[in-house]
């Protein structure tokens, strides 16, 4: 492939895909998956607790919240990686991307949760049920209906953000692309399909979010 003078040159692209979507799916979409579904729970954990705990408590919790919102995630990707160097890059890279993301959805929770209106409490009340069910049947229901569209822009960030997993060592789809480039002296075909393939699997969520919005909006 000695074609320098070329452009674009699609036997490049037809080499580099197979790896790049091998990382794709066994590195970039793993880590969003897991990583969202530990950034949800937590995330609600932590905006409960918040609400839940005495007031010396619920400070500490949000120091640390705003201490990990506020500190860049390559950071806290790096400080894990030589912290704990008997975990797996990758196990770290999911643990490290849940945790920080979890700390921005509880902030959507919250506002989730203020924006229940306070009848529903009261009504709760006057049913005479126990917290932990005005909780769950009546307060958090009610929170994710008008918190999922957020949600799903974070799971969207995420997803993009994935490419830091390369300063742990984890090879993701960008530093596959990047690796072919340097063993083949061709980085053009590589950088743009690993675009492209981003812009191909996070456009169709972003509709599904933005239909998810409209048809909650209609509903309520």
Do not use: C
């Not at 008008?146 to 799903?152: E, Q, R």
């Not at 596959?176 to 456009?203: H, K, P």
Request: no cysteine; hydrophobic share 55%.
């Amino acid at each position: 492939m000695n074609d320098d003078r070329v452009i674009w040159n699609w036997d490049h692209v037809f080499a580099a895909l197979p790896d790049m979507l091998w990382a794709f799916l066994t590195v970039t979409l793993f880590v969003t998956v897991l990583g969202s579904i530990i950034a949800a729970v937590l995330g609600l954990l932590i905006a409960l607790a918040r609400r839940s705990t005495p007031r010396p408590v619920a400070a500490i919790l949000t120091f640390v919240m705003n201490f990990i919102r506020m500190t860049p995630l390559v950071v806290q990707l790096l400080f894990a990686y030589y912290a704990f160097t008997a975990v797996p890059p990758l196990t770290l890279g999911v643990i490290i991307f849940g945790i920080h993301y979890a700390t921005y959805m509880a902030e959507v929770y919250r506002a989730g949760i203020d924006a229940v209106p306070h009848g529903q409490w009261e009504a709760a009340t006057a049913l005479s049920m126990s917290r932990g069910r005005t909780w769950t049947a009546v307060i958090i229901p009610q929170a994710l209906r008008s918190t999922l569209p957020a949600l799903g822009n974070y799971v969207i960030s995420m997803f993009k953000e994935t490419p830091f997993l390369a300063v742990i060592t984890v090879t993701d789809m960008v530093r596959a692309a990047q690796e072919y480039g340097a063993s083949n002296f061709r980085f053009i075909e590589a950088i743009i399909m690993a675009g492209v393939l981003f812009l191909v699997a996070s456009y169709p969520t972003s509709l599904l979010i933005g239909r998810l919005e409209k048809r909650l909006a209609y509903t309520a």
